[in-house]
């Protein structure tokens, strides 16, 4: 029995893709080495939110008025958008708008609202807001004391911490290393589409010890965390084009273009120069003030308007003593022929 070719080029790249995609079972996140993900349980779990270096220049909290997430400043989360169940292995990805890019698929949710679309379909393009913190797990039997990675989504997690601190405001500096605050969360258990996840309900605040400011070279700059595709490979994932329909789209394009611009073969000399001209017009898109009339090409061709030609043709005559205007290119000297331009538009006129 004949064994099945493999193409290993193209089977090697798209596993080490995923592999990378998937990194430590979270395909969005770039850990940092010897960085684990926090794990929630269900019951009370305590945790100190560590601040981190802002190292972007257009973090979503940015408000430079009062110096919040500057880009070199402390800041405590770092919010970004997902779309869920894309392409045919229903993959996470990150919004690239999370980061001020432009991302294909929030443009075809736009398209397809604009063009009077039910909501179902659109509820499938649009985006979950998520969450990272970097967190030291206090008195903890299964996790170190140590920093972690705490990617929870919005609603989970801080949608109740802003509403404890809008009640609670002592405890805004809960993130601050000399006055900050240990977080008591209590942690419930739920179940959705058979998947089990935990919520918090309820966040108290004790007081801890102050951090050394030392510990901030251990903590991660989450901004750097995001394993962000670009918009090319999303468009990919989103529509399911793989590496072989995208390049035989583009060799299609280029034999088009060829077929446009090749020259007839067995072209006079003098021909030629009016082919190539018309080249270099395909290659170069004129704006559109500089967009001629039939008309207006015509003359930029160098052909006299037809009235001057049925003025002038009974006054020209060929310099070789052919019959002008009825055996263009059935001589060898037509190719050098500096009449050429005239014979052919007596040709056309009659």
């Known amino acids: 029995m004949a064994r099945k070719k493999t193409n290993f080029k193209k089977a090697v790249k798209k596993t080490v893709e995923r592999q990378n995609r998937e990194a430590s079972s979270y395909g969005y996140l770039r850990l940092p080495k010897g960085v684990s993900v926090f794990k929630e349980k269900e019951g009370h779990v305590y945790i100190d939110i560590m601040p981190y270096e802002v190292t ?6 940015l408000d430079k008025e009062d110096g919040i997430a500057e880009k070199g400043s402390l800041w405590y989360r770092r919010p970004f958008k997902t779309h869920r169940g894309i392409g045919s292995d229903n993959e996470t990805i990150i919004c690239p708008t999370s980061i001020g890019k432009p991302c294909p698929i929030c443009e075809h949710k736009k398209k397809r609202q604009l063009e009077g679309t039910e909501k179902e379909e659109l509820d499938a393009f649009k985006v979950s807001k998520r969450n ?17 990675i705490y990617d929870v989504s919005d609603y989970l997690f801080q949608q109740l911490l802003n509403e404890e601190l809008s009640e609670k405001e002592k405890f805004n500096s809960f993130p601050d290393l000399d006055d900050g605050f240990t977080l008591d969360i209590r942690y419930e258990e739920k179940t959705f589409a058979k998947n089990k996840y935990y919520a918090a309900n ?19 700059k989450l901004d750097n965390c995001l394993n962000i595709l670009s918009y090319n490979e999303i468009n990919n994932l989103f529509f399911e084009i793989d590496d072989d329909e995208e390049n035989e789209t ?14 007839p073969k067995k072209t006079p000399a003098r021909r030629k120069k009016t082919v190539e001209k018309e080249v270099d017009e395909v290659e170069e898109t004129p704006k559109p003030s500089e967009v001629s009339t039939p008309e207006e090409r015509k003359t930029s061709r160098r052909r006299a308007p037809k009235k001057e030609v049925e003025k002038e043709e009974s006054k020209s005559k060929c310099p070789y003593g052919h019959k ?10 037509c190719a050098e022929c ?3 331009n005239e014979c052919l538009d007596a040709s056309e006129s009659e």
């Not at 055996?327 to 000297?333: G, R």
Request: overall charge negative; aromatic content about 10%; proline content about 6%.
């Open 132 to 148: 990272l913190y970097c967190v030291i797990p206090i008195n903890d039997k299964k996790q170190d004391e140590e920093p972690y």
């Open 338 to 340: 500096e009449s050429w």
């Open 202 to 220: 309820r966040i108290d605040f004790e007081t801890r010890d102050a951090y050394d400011e030392s510990i901030l070279d251990d903590i991660p």
């Open 324 to 333: 002008f205007g009825t055996e263009l290119d059935q001589h060898d000297n």
């Open 56 to 61: 972007m220049d257009k973090h979503p909290d």
């Open 250 to 263: 583009d060799e299609k394009k280029e034999k088009s273009f060829d077929e446009i611009v090749e020259e």
